[in-house]
């Protein structure tokens, strides 16, 4: 009988578990880079160490040259030198 007992407590905080990490994973808070990335509405963002809802924002491609000169000759990627900001940019 005290078996028992203890196999229920063990199945109700079980239970208890799985109910609070999908909780979480609704509201896309949890702290496990792993989760996040399992849910397609989270994205986990590596400069502020967290889990975010939504889909990652990603960087305009372009803005990796420095140089106008390497800027300019990719034609792969459409880029294009801004004057104003002094940065390479896609055309739009």
């Known amino acids: ?24 994973l609704e509201n896309c808070a949890t702290g496990d880079s792993a989760i996040c990335a399992s849910d397609p509405n989270c994205h986990w963002d590596v400069d502020k160490r967290g889990c975010y809802p939504g889909p990652l924002q990603a960087p305009d491609a372009c803005s990796a040259h420095g140089d106008k000169t390497i800027c300019e000759s990719d034609v792969s990627l459409g880029c294009t030198w801004s004057a104003k900001n002094n940065t390479c940019q896609t055309r739009r």
């Open 1 to 24: 009988m005290q078996s028992l007992g203890v196999a229920f407590i063990v199945s109700l905080a079980a239970l208890g578990a799985g109910t609070m990490e999908s909780a979480a």
